[in-house]
């Protein structure tokens, strides 16, 4: 089979052309980096302006690459939020960086489906060894290893994580009190808990009045209570209900709030209940000695999770996840249809990832994790973590000097939370205002930050995280929100 570009035949596969395409996709992605501050952060088009651009139908006849990445460039670019822009602040960083996208290739190029042991024994195998190698960076108990009884499996994202695992700790419930009990299964978090949560229990079939976020306050930093937490322990189990999962924090996304993982880790099992720890974004920071005491009280965990394509430099979807007892993953998750069986798997010698996540089908992940710990170190991924949190906390100096703002919330990492405070104002007025600094900062193309509610505040999140930021752009992005600020209060 071919198709022909330019004139030649361009076949399905074919190592002298895929070398001629191949280099010149990296010449234009290379391009793209070096040029990417002269787009603006934010995509400034209308929703369904692509519609408009491109035809009704795909081409009968091939096209040349040359016309389709001029396409890209004239249609497809514009319409891209660049979050790899060392002016992108908003949400959480999500890392590109050479080593991942390198092993990002390799793992294309490679192109295999590693469901089993069996369909690539190097893809199941490197996966264990660099979760192995990242969890001993976090000093992880070893219950977490591959060697014990738990082990690590990259999963898409976060979310993933979370359901997976929700579903193990129901399985194993219903399994010991039968199916019935399904309706009484109780599920924790914090108002502050990730929204995956939510989700999480809408697909496990546990009832939305069962899930329990309860209310944090600011003199807790944001973090859940423990207090709080035994109080809806006991409410529901004198209700005739079944505490059954807890997900804890390290890193809230509205502020990085840290939840105290040891107090709730033994409230959890003095009640038999599953402990969860979402660390997607700031596990990454907890390599770096001064930050590993956060995940103090990690060893009363079951599972636990970070993203390493958020802020660990390697290109999404990398999100890692170790569990203490694979089994419980296995039980509830596992198929074994007989085009699929083979005599590694029937002889449980091996380990098939396919029973450790909802898709049956996975990529190679691993290679590009791998290529991230090797080609970068452990001491370089220490720095660039170090960097952002002192570029971040240059942020927080630069906002407290002004007295026209406040920080909403202790800086944890390299998230800054802050609000523009006119004097005389109310609190519905100073919302409005804080609303319209966002649009016109984002508006502006220059940067892109996002927004959450405190407490009833609203307020701006800075969240230095992009590969390519320096601190250039950290001043000159606070240097904006001035301008915009002051326009806004003569306006007001």
Request: with cysteine; glycine share 6%; charged share 20%.
């Amino acid at each position: 089979m071919y198709v022909r570009d330019n004139g030649l035949d361009l076949k399905a596969m074919d190592a002298e052309q895929l070398r001629e395409n191949g280099h010149k996709m990296v010449d234009f992605i290379a391009d793209y980096y070096k040029n990417i501050e002269k787009f603006p952060v934010l995509s400034q088009v209308e929703p369904g302006y692509l519609q408009k651009l491109l035809p009704d139908c795909a081409p009968m006849q091939p096209e040349s690459l040359q016309a389709v990445l001029q396409d890209v460039q004239t249609k497809i670019l514009p319409g891209v939020t660049h979050w790899q822009s060392p002016d992108y602040f908003a949400y959480f960083p999500s890392n590109g960086s050479v080593a991942g996208f390198i092993g990002e290739m390799l793992s294309a190029g490679i192109n295999m489906v590693g469901f089993s042991w069996i369909t690539s024994p190097a893809a199941t195998e490197l996966e264990m060894i660099v979760l192995d190698w990242l969890a001993n960076l976090l000093k992880l108990p070893n219950d977490f290893l591959s060697k014990g009884p738990g082990g690590g499996v990259i999963q898409g994202t976060a979310s993933e994580a979370l359901l997976v695992v929700l579903l193990a700790a129901r399985d194993k419930v219903l399994r010991e009190l039968g199916k019935d009990a399904l309706g009484k299964l109780v599920v924790y978090g914090s108002d502050q808990t990730h929204s995956s949560l939510l989700k999480a229990c809408q697909i496990a079939g546990i009832h939305s009045e069962n899930c329990r976020l309860l209310k944090t306050e600011t003199c807790n930093e944001y973090a859940l209570s423990p207090e709080s937490l035994t109080d809806a322990i006991s409410h529901d189990v004198a209700s005739g209900l079944i505490p059954l999962f807890l997900c804890a924090t390290v890193g809230t996304t509205s502020s990085t709030a840290v939840d105290p993982l040891l107090a709730l880790g033994k409230i959890t099992k003095r009640n038999n209940m599953w402990f969860h720890v979402d660390a997607a974004y700031a596990g990454s920071a907890c390599i770096c000695p001064e930050y590993r005491h956060h995940l103090n009280g990690i060893e009363e965990a079951d599972s636990f999770n970070m993203n390493c394509h958020k802020w660990f430099l390697t290109n999404f979807d990398c999100s890692a996840l170790w569990i203490k007892d694979r089994n419980a993953l296995i039980q509830s998750l596992a198929t074994n249809p007989e085009f699929l069986k083979n005599k590694a798997s029937q002889g449980s010698a091996v380990v098939d990832y396919k029973d450790w996540q909802i898709p049956l089908g996975r990529r190679f992940r691993s290679l590009k994790l791998w290529m991230v710990l090797r080609l970068y170190g452990v001491k370089n991924l220490q720095s660039y973590i170090r960097n952002h949190i002192n570029l971040a906390k240059h942020f927080e100096d630069l906002v407290a000097q002004d007295s026209r703002f406040e920080i909403v919330a202790t800086r944890t990492f390299s998230l800054v939370c802050f609000r523009l405070l006119p004097a005389n104002k109310n609190e519905d007025c100073v919302n409005k205002l804080n609303r319209d600094l966002l649009d016109a900062i984002n508006s502006s193309g220059k940067i892109f930050i996002s927004h959450t509610v405190l407490s009833g505040k609203y307020v701006l999140r800075f969240v230095v995280g992009a590969p390519l930021t320096e601190e250039r752009h950290v001043i000159a992005a606070w240097k904006l929100f001035q301008e915009a600020a002051s326009t806004l209060l003569e306006s007001s």
